[in-house]
């Protein structure tokens, strides 16, 4: 696990951005693992600048996105998708075919999670994916107590979550109670892991995650057991971390030690 404390959110953003850019140079077709809300705007934006000023292609990339509220149509202003298009998608040249949403409409959807998690093999597994945490320490839709082995499937918010996305819907008998997510097996499953947290909100589950016991309370503790995981942060959201002297020093010397092409 690395922990990158970031001036601020636009500097993070840039990190990210520079190791997906790397690896699509490398791999024009990449898979990439999308994840929506405020915390990855900065990303899209960068990666449509590079697309439209540097003529990055994105014709190869697939996409599979974390989560999509359950009973909205694609063209609901509050869905997933339609703020993916309006954040992404539509600022680059990913074919439609190449862009995937966990299911959330229609009947069987169990069986189509489990379609879903095919899908995610036959593109090869995802390549990074790009998360965010909730305050209780969710990612994807994967509330506490969420299995830590758990797969694509449809998942119950919990008060705490819908309180937060509150704000989005002025009549709350329109707010979905329900979410389908890739699991948290599913995103440890992916070969690199990039989190973003940003703001004062995030300490306790960025602390809890990246310094606590690995517990389904704290699903973000999870990403403890993967190989290649960065958690990109503020001085807001970092606050709390009691190894954060210890953090800055490692980044500085692998700064260094890429400087020195030691490695």
């Avoid at 959201?237 to 210890?246: G, Q």
């Amino acid at each position: 696990m690395q922990v990158v404390v970031c001036k601020d959110p636009e500097e993070g953003a840039r990190i990210v951005t520079e190791k997906i850019l790397s690896a699509l140079e490398d791999r024009p077709e990449l898979v990439l693992g999308l994840a929506t809300g405020s915390t990855p705007i900065g990303v899209y934006q960068h990666l449509i600048e590079a697309h439209k000023n540097d003529g990055v292609d994105f014709s190869a990339v697939r996409t599979f996105n974390l989560d999509e509220y359950c009973g909205l149509s694609g063209d609901h202003p509050q869905s997933y998708r339609a703020f993916m298009r309006e954040h992404l998608f539509t600022g680059l040249n990913i074919p439609a075919e190449n862009i995937h949403f966990p299911p959330s409409e229609g009947p069987e959807l169990g069986e189509k999670c489990r379609q879903h998690e095919e899908e995610i093999l036959q593109a090869g597994g995802i390549d990074i994916q790009l998360l965010g945490i909730g305050s209780n320490g969710h990612i994807g839709f994967n509330e506490p107590t969420s299995s830590l082995a758990s797969r694509t499937r449809i998942k119950t918010l919990t008060e705490k979550t819908l309180r937060d996305n509150s704000r989005f819907y002025e009549d709350p008998s329109e707010q979905p109670q329900v979410a389908s997510t890739l699991g948290i097996g599913t995103i440890l499953d992916a070969k690199c892991i990039l989190l973003q947290a940003y703001g004062e909100k995030k300490a306790e589950a960025v602390k809890a995650s990246v310094e606590g016991p690995i517990s389904s309370f704290w699903p973000g503790s999870a990403l403890q057991m993967h190989a290649d995981v960065t958690f990109i942060l503020d001085e807001a959201s970092a606050a709390r971390l009691e190894m954060i002297d210890y953090f800055r020093k490692s980044r500085a010397e692998g700064l260094r030690l890429q400087e020195d092409n030691t490695i």
